[in-house]
């Protein structure tokens, strides 16, 4: 089973090799490299404390209940990710491609799935349910978080779509959960 899953990485890695390379690039502008660097380090978590600390502040004690579900989805994100990246054990763009150069110091060694993609789509849409009106500044916030990881060499383009992937079904998944519990 494990040489099945390198072996496909193998594969994926050399498709997505150019388009990482050409992502990856852009971090050469000092701007760039600025902006999502700033970006990754707001979505280490950061942005999201923040939110969720703010959120009886800015809309009273009936937030504690969307701040308790995003605290409770933001755990279940964290024990999905790192069972699946300990598992899957893919290495990052910049260990295995010179020509990808890491601009950011990683969080882990893996990178599959993208953990701080899945925490942003899964907390836009936990938003998105509870406050509709932050729902295009968290969308946009969670389209550069995903495209920081690639940018700053840390993730190929399947580690975000999966993490995106996984941080949607867990954040719907969470909704549901939650409307069955307070039915």
């Known amino acids: 089973m494990a040489w099945r899953m390198a072996a496909a990485f193998e594969r994926f890695d050399q498709a997505e090799l150019r388009f990482c390379r050409y992502l990856n690039r852009s971090s050469g502008s000092a701007s760039t490299r600025q902006l999502f660097s700033a970006v990754s380090w ?6 999201w404390y923040a939110l969720i600390l703010s959120l009886p502040w800015l809309y ?4 504690w209940l969307p701040a308790a579900h995003m605290v409770v989805t933001g755990a279940v994100g964290v024990l999905a990710y790192k069972l699946i990246k300990t598992r899957a054990v893919r290495e990052r763009p910049y260990i295995t491609h010179s020509a990808i150069h890491c601009v950011s110091a990683p969080l882990d060694r893996y990178s599959f ?16 349910n509870y406050y509709p009106e932050w729902t295009a500044v968290l969308a946009g916030f969670a389209l550069l978080v995903a495209l920081s990881r690639v940018v700053l060499g840390l993730h190929y383009p399947t580690d975000v779509a999966a993490g995106a992937l996984l941080g949607g079904t867990i954040g719907m998944a969470s909704l549901a959960i939650a409307r069955q519990l307070l039915a």
């Not at 707001?42 to 942005?47: K, M, R, S, T, Y």
């Not at 009273?60 to 937030?63: D, I, Q, R, T």
């Not at 799935?113 to 936990?126: K, N, Q, V, W, Y």
């Open 113 to 128: 799935p993208s953990g701080h993609t899945l925490h942003a789509i899964s907390f836009t849409l936990l938003m998105a």
């Open 42 to 47: 707001l979505g280490d978590g950061w942005a």
């Open 60 to 63: 009273g004690a009936e937030a």
